[in-house]
């Protein structure tokens, strides 16, 4: 069973940063695709961005793209997501989630783990 943890999350003025972090137990972590979803009030979850285990290829939402990064450190066992530029619309909880598959993919249900997830406000 593998068990993500996200941290990071907090409060910023728009045009700040923040960088997230999600920490994977687990030997194979490697092997899984990992990507970050958000879920703001009243809405429903969606994807952020993916990241590829062995290659480190990755795919961002178009809202995002230019302003975050995701990456991963395999030796730590972490995926990370630099976020700059935020704006108000990006308030959302955060969530990680991993494919033992290792299948890049913006599609919430190809993911099979899920971390509780962090929140991220930015004011005007």
């Known amino acids: 069973q593998v068990q993500l943890v996200e941290t990071g999350g907090g409060s910023v003025q728009a045009g700040g940063s923040l960088r997230l972090s999600c920490r994977a137990s687990?030997?194979?972590?490697?092997?899984?695709?990992m990507a970050w979803f958000r879920q703001a009030p009243g809405q429903e979850r969606e994807f952020v961005a993916a990241?590829?285990?062995?290659?480190?290829?990755?795919y961002s939402a178009d809202s995002v793209t230019g302003r975050f990064t995701i990456s991963r450190d395999n030796a730590k066992n972490t995926v990370y997501l630099q976020m700059n530029s935020l704006k108000p619309e990006d308030t959302a909880i955060y969530f990680c989630?991993?494919?033992?598959?290792?299948?890049?993919?913006?599609?919430?249900?190809?993911?099979?783990?899920w971390g509780q997830g962090t929140q991220v406000t930015v004011s005007s």
């Open positions: 989630a991993g494919d033992s598959r290792g299948r890049v993919s913006g599609i919430e249900s190809m993911y099979d783990y």
């Open positions: 687990g030997r194979t972590f490697s092997n899984y695709a």
């Open positions: 990241i590829h285990g062995s290659s480190g290829g990755t």
